[in-house]
Structures are given as structure tokens and as C-alpha cells.
């Protein structure tokens, strides 16, 4: 594997599992095992190299979650079901291996960042407005295709993004994937007129 690919899948792993802040160049260099002169070769900083986390995380997301739950194989509004479904399943693998619900590494981050690093917090939140735009298109053929009554599709994907990101916080915090399994399958029924 190449330096820069272990440097970044370390960081993605340790800050993931741990936070930002506790999370140092030092730590993420003995983890790849490279030395720091390499760290700062690929990333001048521990920013540049969050803000490159962010965006393979995003990459996986897209890839693993998103485009496998919002196929077109079934109506979409149970697409959003399978979303929470296999958004459980993650999290429940996740704390197998290490003990622990790590959460959603973005809501992690902005929880941890945004009142301290803009440049993040702006990483974060586009992030989190490509996740709303995939919520809005699930919506608007659900309109087109359930025969459902008109609703607000730019308000309900953000409430269901909210809802989302609330329900994974909360499993975090009990150290419980069973609460998304339990409750986050009500994401489908959120609607804002």
C-alpha cells in the first residue's frame, strides 16, 4: 500500500473511533507507520489531511450505503427503510469490532469542529447537502411514483437528515445500535408541508 493511502486510511480509522482532537500527527504516523517528514510530504497539515478523510469518507458512504439503499428495485419510500436498515447493520458491525457505536463520521466532526475550524465546518455541511440532495430525490419520485399527497421534499429531506443524524448520535451516546434499528426506520414517515 502506498504512503499516502496508509496515511490516510489510519487517520480515517483513529478519528473515527477516537475524536479529532485526541487524534495527533504523531499517533497517525506510528499507525501507518511513516514518519512524520512523509505525513507533512502529503498533507501540510493535520486540516488538509481531515478535509481528505471527509471526502473518502463521503466516497464510502456514497458507494456502500447510498447507492446500494436507494436502488430502484423497490418503491422509494422503502428505500429509505433499507437505508436505516443497513445504517444499523453498519453500526452494529462497527461496535463488534471494537466495543463501541462509532456514530456517522461527519456528524462526529461537526460536532466536534464547527465552532472551532471553519474550513471543516464548510466540508461538513456540503457533505451534508449532497446527503439532503439524495434524501430529496428518494422524495420527489416518491411523489411521482406512490401517488402520495404534495410535501415540502427540500424541508422533509432535511428533517429526514436531522432525524438520521439524531438517531445515530443518540445509539453513540447509549453505546446502542438497537435504538436505530428500533426507531430509525420512522425516517420514512417524517413529512413537512
Known amino acids: 500500500m502506498q504512503t499516502q493511502q496508509r496515511i490516510l486510511n489510519a487517520a480515517r480509522e483513529l478519528i473515527h473511533s477516537r475524536s479529532y482532537a485526541d487524534v495527533g500527527v504523531a499517533l497517525i504516523c ?33 458507494e456502500q450505503l447510498l447507492d446500494n439503499a436507494f436502488k430502484n428495485d423497490i418503491p422509494p419510500l422503502a428505500r429509505l427503510k433499507r437505508m436505516a436498515q443497513m445504517a444499523y447493520e453498519f453500526q452494529k458491525e462497527l461496535q463488534k469490532q471494537t466495543g463501541h457505536v462509532l456514530g456517522c463520521p461527519f456528524g462526529n466532526i461537526a460536532t466536534e469542529l464547527s465552532t472551532q475550524d471553519e474550513t471543516i465546518r464548510k466540508k461538513v455541511e456540503h457533505i451534508f447537502t449532497k446527503l439532503q440532495s439524495g434524501i430529496k430525490q428518494v422524495l420527489v419520485q416518491a411523489q411521482e411514483d406512490e401517488c402520495i399527497e404534495p410535501f415540502n421534499t427540500e424541508a422533509t429531506a432535511e428533517a429526514m437528515l436531522a432525524y438520521f443524524e439524531g438517531i445515530v448520535l443518540l445509539a453513540k451516546t447509549r453505546n446502542d445500535p438497537e435504538i436505530i434499528k428500533q426507531l430509525l426506520p420512522a425516517i420514512a414517515d417524517i413529512r413537512i408541508i
Open 30 to 62: 506510528d499507525r501507518a507507520q511513516v514518519k512524520k517528514g512523509s505525513f507533512y510530504h502529503f498533507y501540510p497539515s493535520k486540516q488538509e489531511l481531515t478535509l481528505a478523510v471527509l471526502d473518502t469518507y463521503f466516497v464510502d458512504m456514497k
